[in-house]
């Protein structure tokens, strides 16, 4: 199955019901895949979040139905899904800069934002290095904290957490290790409306080990399922190789793999606690199943 086809049927679906209410769970039906999965793809591809997106959709189209037409700015705001005139002036001058009675004026300057298609380009041809791996259930074990996600650099939330383990911490936690991947590791869940884009967006970061064995009470668990999952292999400069890669597993791999992310936690293993080489080794480890034929 051709995930981009589908998710481009979404998107004239988007299309056909902007002045009406958008069925995410028909939407995730005409793309095959789940709500988590659909988000967090459409995010890598168009560089926004779904939401987003619709909403800047319909402000477009509603500075264009105000122009052309004559309809009233408080039919239009109830059209375009909005619980008053007040809220959709507001956004509509967010984004246009004029209020929607200025935009029925003449020689007044609006923002049109047109509709997505996706394809997939080659840049390059850079090769994606990944196997799929069968795990049964495990549990993680580690320090946990919510924190916001920085997209680029380094993440001083991240430093933080690091700073605050020792070393009795870390031989600890490596004596419970037993399963892959083993290692001290960095898990991501619970990501923010399960999209993981925007700078600001929350997730909930653990530091800690994957084991089966019985956790001391001072640690935090997070259970995780048996699943497959897509192990990404990224050799570069730290962090930047790694998050060039993360965008390109489901900006380019996702859409072409015949998989989709089952929005399970995401685990990050780097092969040793000096970033500096230009060679750094790390892996990605995301959960995945089949997509529905």
């Known amino acids: 199955m ?102 029925k004026k003449s020689n007044v300057i609006l923002k049109a934002f047109p509709p997505m298609t996706f394809r997939l380009t080659i840049q390059g041809g850079n090769e994606m290095n990944y196997r799929i791996v069968e795990k049964k259930a495990f549990l993680i ?17 991240m430093d933080s957490m690091w700073a605050s383990l020792t070393m009795d911490d870390f031989a600890e936690l490596k004596a419970l290790s037993n399963v892959e991947p083993k290692g001290i590791l960095c898990i991501s869940a619970n990501f923010q409306e399960g999209r993981f884009l925007a700078e600001g967006d929350c997730l909930d970061q653990y530091i800690g080990v994957a084991t089966t064995n019985d956790v001391p009470e001072r640690w935090e668990t997070l259970s995780i399922d048996a699943s497959a999952w897509a192990v990404f292999t990224v050799v570069g400069e730290f962090p930047k190789a790694l998050q060039d890669t993360w965008g390109r597993i489901f900006a380019e791999w996702f859409p072409t793999s015949g998989f989709e992310s089952t929005g399970g936690p995401e685990i990050l293993w780097n092969e040793s606690p000096d970033t500096s080489k230009p060679d750094y080794k790390s892996e990605i480890w995301i959960p995945v199943t089949k997509l529905k034929a």
């Open 141 to 157: 074990a580690g320090i946990k904290k919510r924190i916001p996600l920085i997209y680029e650099g380094i993440n001083p939330h």
């Open 2 to 103: 051709n995930a981009l086809v589908q998710l481009n049927r979404a998107m004239e679906y988007i299309e056909e019901n902007l002045m009406n209410e958008i069925d995410i769970k028909k939407l995730c039906q005409i793309s095959y895949c789940s709500e988590h999965h659909f988000r967090r793809m459409f995010s890598f591809l168009s560089g926004m979040p779904l939401s987003e997106y619709i909403r800047r959709r319909r402000l477009s189209l509603a500075a264009a139905i105000l122009k052309n037409s004559d309809e009233k700015i408080i039919d239009l705001a109830l059209q375009m899904g909005y619980n008053s005139p007040d809220a959709f002036a507001k956004a509509f001058q967010n984004m246009h800069g004029v209020s929607p009675s200025q935009a």
